[in-house]
């Protein structure tokens, strides 16, 4: 904790100051913010408090006794007020170390603490070495060992947004008295102080019409047309990290389209205003309607279904290439860990080769990814178009590091192009842009490039993604039903995808059992995980329970055993 923690006007409440030392040291800042200082005990045993008080008082710092750190909501002064900063050093129940009650301390802290911080505010909590549970900790203990930080914020809808060491250096005059209730100090050798951000609840609302009008089409809005589709699509497709600035694959897009723009002389940039979602050529593609006339199509899965769009867009007398990001739309299957819409970039131009390549090359330089190496191999299958292919390669990105196999992340081709009678040989290629994301941003799943709090920041001009959430955690819970008619395992994920797919991260068939009678029953593993709100284990079983399971009953007629 140093002073740039703090921005000017910040109205900052510290809780269980015990001695009061270190609100004498943030004092000592001489900030341009206010402090309220509090503390539950109303006596004097701590040495030095009666002193910090008056010192303190004289400096214009308000400071309250008497005050319960878990019901500062219910505190006759503070229940009125916003704070931009809440602060918590090292909280501890007194006495014999129990950790449950420790952890119930910082439950009932952040239930009450969230309700008086400002939207935009932050809660800290600073703990000794060891008892966050988070994977910074050293030493890292077992989880059943730690106070489960990130865990009981969540019960104030509260995520971890960074950690940080405790500078006790910055404050020289602060003594971390109350070690097990008495005048002892904690020992803050390797503490850390853990940021929270207040978010809005996964579900703000459970009513079940609510709930069941996720399950309906909704209109996607083009400059094409109108088109109706799965819910999920338009969600996400409203969310495009492409064209939110400060995203990875923004980010990414725009450094592409530098390089190329290096490497070539004349590059024309086209995008989802100039080219359709939906074709009526691709097969196997996720199916839409136009609105009003309800023609079935297909939305495009793969920058190919609409490359005819892309080349009467190509002047070939003026660009020499064509750049075009754009999203892709994946069928909702079984597996979660495959994002419903993909980025891909598309370059097309009379001469493309080593274009490609030599960008992600270029990549792997700005990010300083030594360990990461390219490697090219023949293109094992054919793009689903109807150009005829007439050469192509893959390129892949393998970590020397890792035991992982290659991660492929573009593709170069030459296309016979027929046309105005006669055919023609060009060069393209497609970069997947989430692929490469994940690589150099070290993403571990799809969803955390597609949060809206997440963005790239830079550190000594290397970028790196700061995430929506420093960490989150998984939790597992079984479902098990009697089979209905109206049951399909494709219709059970379609709908578990509407309801919840950017928190259920895997979904996993434990077995099914059918009586003599005839009647089946079915269980599932569903692992759940939220990387931009707060979930806990109890909200992860309250959602199962209170919002899947009754809208899966509600659609396909099952009974929940």
Request: charged share 20%.
């Amino acid at each position: 904790m140093h002073p740039d923690t703090f921005l000017v006007g910040d109205n900052v409440l510290l809780v269980g100051e015990g001695n009061f030392s270190f609100a004498v040291g943030l004092t000592d800042w001489n900030l341009p913010i206010t402090i309220t200082a509090s503390c539950l005990g109303s006596d004097n045993v701590i040495k030095t408090r009666e002193e910090n008080i008056a010192y303190l008082k004289e400096k214009g710092v308000r400071v309250l006794l008497g005050v319960d750190a878990t019901k500062l909501d219910e505190h006759f002064v503070l229940r009125t007020e916003k704070f931009s900063k809440i602060i918590f050093n090292f909280p501890h129940i007194g006495g014999k170390m129990k950790i449950h009650l420790n952890r119930a301390l910082l439950k009932g802290f952040f239930q009450t603490a969230s309700k008086l911080v400002t939207l935009d505010g932050r809660i800290l909590v600073s703990l000794c070495k060891g008892q966050g549970g988070t994977r910074v900790d050293k030493p890292i203990r077992r989880w059943d060992d730690t106070w489960q930080v990130v865990e009981m914020a969540a019960h104030g809808e509260l995520v971890l947004v960074s950690v940080e060491k405790f500078r006790n250096d910055m404050i020289p005059k602060y003594t971390s008295v109350g070690y097990r209730g008495g005048d002892s100090a904690f020992d803050t050798d390797g503490a850390l102080v853990h940021v929270f951000s207040k978010r809005e609840p996964l579900y703000p609302s459970m009513d079940m019409e609510t709930l069941l009008q996720h399950l309906e089409s909704q209109v996607l809005e083009t400059k094409f047309g109108n088109l109706v589709c799965n819910s999920v699509y338009h969600i996400k497709y409203r969310n495009n990290p492409l064209e939110r600035e400060g995203s990875a694959m923004h980010y990414l897009s725009e450094q592409l389209k530098s390089f190329v723009e290096t490497l070539c002389i004349k590059v024309r940039h086209i995008s989802d205003d100039n080219v359709p979602l939906h074709t009526e050529l691709a097969i196997g593609s996720p199916l839409c309607y136009t609105e009003g006339h309800k023609v079935e199509c297909s939305l495009r899965h793969t920058l190919f279904d609409v490359l005819d769009e892309v080349l009467k867009l190509w002047n070939q007398a003026h660009d020499e290439i064509i750049m075009f990001p754009g999203l892709i739309f994946n069928d909702l299957g079984v597996d979660f860990s495959y994002p419903p819409l993909s980025c891909h970039v598309l370059l097309l131009g009379d001469e493309l080769s080593g274009v490609t390549e030599k960008c992600i090359r270029r990549m792997l330089q700005v990010f300083q990814k030594g360990a990461m190496y390219i490697s090219v191999s023949a293109f094992e299958m054919a793009a689903e178009c109807h150009h005829r292919i007439t050469a192509d390669k893959n390129i892949f990105i393998k970590n020397v590091t890792q035991t992982k196999v290659p991660v492929k992340v573009a593709q170069e081709f030459s296309l016979t192009v027929e046309g105005s009678g006669e055919s023609r040989c060009i060069s393209a290629s497609v970069i997947h842009l989430d692929r490469l994301s994940e690589l150099l941003f070290d993403v571990d799943n799809w969803r955390q490039l597609w949060t809206q709090e997440s963005c790239v920041v830079f550190d000594k001009n290397i970028p790196f993604l700061n995430h929506s959430c420093f960490e989150s955690l998984a939790y597992t819970c079984d479902i098990s039903f009697l089979e209905s008619p109206s049951f399909s395992s494709a219709k059970f994920c379609a709908i578990l995808w509407q309801v919840a797919g950017d928190i259920i991260i895997n979904v996993e068939f434990l077995n099914m059992y059918q009586s003599p009678d005839g009647w089946r029953s079915h269980c599932y593993r569903i692992t759940y995980q939220s990387f931009d709100k707060a979930l806990s284990r109890k909200q992860a079983s309250r959602i199962q329970e209170a919002i899947i399971g009754k809208v899966l009953c509600a659609k396909l007629g099952i009974s929940i055993r």
